[in-house]
């Protein structure tokens, strides 16, 4: 069974601060990673993808990608009132073609 | 405009009787997917589908039913053997090589009457 574990939160970071979000998968294997932003009531949308080691930076938002570790990161700086919202870590294994979801975590940002 | 098309967005459903979703995406993907959302929490793979004419289990598959005539379309049945239907239905669908990601549809909700 694959995991992906996310804490559920909520996470309340006041306006213009930095948000931490961290996923961690337990395939070792998996090699693409992506976060993904849920508003209430509405369907997932892509934020950022990552497929290798290190940061990648778009915007407010990094990636942090960490494969000996088995973890992946989104933060956002500046955090604003819009961003409140569930994100979804998911990831999907070499020679698969679903994506395995995290249960997401609520943020919530107070201006 | 090139997108994923879900109908209808809210749906009601008796005890013991048969509905189906309706899926369509015109992005030319070959991998189509059918996740469940129940409040509060994550999402979790009903079927999905490489190619057309075939299609494989996740992990709710029972109680489910989807067929893949057409590579456009991937619609879903939630049969009266789903004894919790009520939840959020969400279709996507990718491109099947390559690290891409999925696409999604706005959601069907689903409620039993």
């Known amino acids: 069974q694959k995991e992906v574990e996310q804490n559920s939160g909520p996470l309340s970071v006041p306006e213009g601060a930095i948000a931490s979000l961290n996923c961690t998968y337990s395939d070792r294997g998996s090699q693409s990673f992506f976060w993904y932003r849920q508003y209430s009531g509405k369907s997932p949308e892509l934020i950022m993808f990552?497929?290798?080691?290190g940061d990648k930076e778009d915007g407010r938002f990094t990636a942090q990608l960490n494969k000996a570790s088995q973890y992946v990161s989104l933060l956002i700086r500046d955090s604003q009132p819009s961003d409140s919202a569930t994100y979804l870590c998911a990831v999907k294994e070499p020679g698969a073609n679903n994506l395995f979801f995290g249960t997401g975590t609520r943020l919530t940002v107070i201006p | 405009d090139g997108g994923i098309t879900q109908s209808p967005k809210y749906l009601f459903r008796k005890e013991g009787q048969n509905v189906t979703l309706s899926c369509e995406q015109n992005?030319?993907?070959?991998?189509m997917y059918w996740y469940r959302q129940d409040p509060g929490q994550g999402l979790r793979l009903i079927y999905y589908s490489q190619i057309v004419n075939d299609f494989q289990k996740g992990d709710i598959a029972e109680g489910y039913s989807v067929s893949r005539e057409k590579k456009e379309s991937f619609p879903l049945t939630v049969t009266s053997a789903q004894k919790n239907p009520t939840a959020f239905y969400l279709c996507a669908s990718s491109m099947r090589q390559g690290n891409t990601e999925a696409f999604f549809g706005q959601g069907t909700r689903l409620t039993v009457v």
């Open positions: 992005l030319n993907h070959d991998a």
């Open positions: 990552i497929y290798s080691n």
